[in-house]
């Protein structure tokens, strides 16, 4: 095990601070990534005050990590010391289920090892996440990262990009197809684009007269204020599918009749309270309610490549590790277009306490 410099939190009350962690030494198939910067999630915040009543302290969140590898052990045949590695939400699976054999590894039925806090295979220790100076990852929960896209913007990708590109792509957006989108925050503006760049038309749904002009700048074709109901029932009986990305209360039986027969509503964002649904919403038009996370590791790749083809990358703010702290008080109040990203250099001057 070897220390590295990072920012953890020590109870649900604490800041983040500076710290260090262990790491392990790498396997002959890991590889061990510098780490240039690292997206600001919401999850992070979640799981720092421990709103999911499940966090191991000290956490060192951040599973949106982008950066250089430093080393690679013998067995390792896709990377090579001064590549670009990304990582994403998970760094292991168990590899035998059903679901890791068909390449699904975020359904492990073991439970997929996750960036930060989660059970490290190799040593039981705690997985410590991307605010921190390097991580050490085995070569097939690492990611190729274009070289033609700016680095910090491609840092959300591995979270806000995946959690969006991945569902429209189960269900086809594409040409031809009408899509929705609820919220033009990290998750729906990622949505925007790549609905777009699909080949959809694209209607983004906000609750903010003033995101419509970037909405449109972002690739929507058309903006609706879901609190007029003369611009929702416009749309009624519509959409051949729906990506709800807000994880406020609200009323999904308004975006449900929006549904052609056989659409789909898909939610990303996750509410803290169940939240009721009408039956004949569904039964009426033969609807569909679902869900979906993150991707899979070779979805993921699929992701980067074509963000890489099609100059995608995340809305960003980059900020020094030092103020990430201020940035989740401004992340509560939604106050950033539409990414905080970390750079990490800005590690480097601070002494672990």
């Known amino acids: 095990m070897h220390d590295v410099r990072a920012y953890s939190a020590v109870h ?3 800041p983040l601070a500076p710290t260090s962690v262990a790491r392990r030494e790498p396997t002959p198939t890991d590889i061990e990534i510098e780490i240039l910067y690292c997206g600001v999630c919401h999850s992070d915040l979640h799981q720092a005050r421990n709103e999911w009543h499940n966090t191991v302290y000290p956490c060192v969140p951040g599973h949106e990590i ?4 430093k080393s690679a052990g013998p067995g390792v045949t896709r990377f090579k010391a001064g590549d670009l590695a990304a990582v994403g939400c998970m760094v292991d699976s168990c590899g035998v289920c059903p ?10 039925e073991k439970g997929a090892t996750w960036t930060y806090n989660g059970a490290d295979k190799h040593t039981g220790a705690q997985t410590f996440g991307g605010y921190s100076e390097s991580i050490v990852v085995d070569e097939n929960f690492a990611l190729r990262v274009p070289a033609n896209l700016d680095l910090a913007g491609v840092a959300p990708l591995l979270c ?7 569902p429209l792509r189960h269900w086809k957006a594409g040409p031809g197809k009408k899509v929705g989108v609820v919220g033009l925050g990290g ?5 925007v ?12 749904f906000t609750t903010s007269p003033n995101k419509k002009d970037d909405a449109l700048r972002l690739g929507a074709h058309e903006v609706v204020l879901s609190r007029n109901p003369e611009e929702m029932a416009a749309h009624a009986g519509s959409f051949d599918f729906i ?3 807000v994880s406020a209360d609200h009323d999904l039986n308004a975006y449900l009749q929006l549904l052609k027969r056989d659409g789909t509503l898909t939610l990303v964002g996750a509410p803290e309270k169940p939240l009721p649904i009408a039956s004949f919403n569904l039964i009426l038009g033969r609807r569909r309610l679902s869900g979906s996370p993150i991707g899979s590791i070779p979805e993921t790749q699929e992701m980067l490549d074509f963000c890489g083809e099609h100059g995608i990358t995340s ?11 201020e940035a989740y008080d401004r992340l509560l109040k939604q106050d950033v277009k539409y990414r905080f990203v970390i750079d990490m250099a800005s590690l480097k001057k601070e002494t672990a306490a």
């Open 12 to 14: 649900s009350t604490s």
């Open 66 to 69: 982008v950066g250089r590898v």
């Open 99 to 108: 679901e890791c054999r068909e390449h699904l590894e975020q359904f492990c």
């Open 160 to 166: 806000a990009g995946i959690t969006t590109y991945s």
């Open 187 to 191: 998750l729906g503006h990622m949505a």
């Open 193 to 204: 684009k790549f609905a777009s760049a699909f080949g959809a038309h694209v209607v983004l």
């Open 243 to 245: 990506l709800d990305c």
């Open 315 to 325: 809305d960003i703010e980059i900020i020094p590790i030092q103020k990430v702290n």
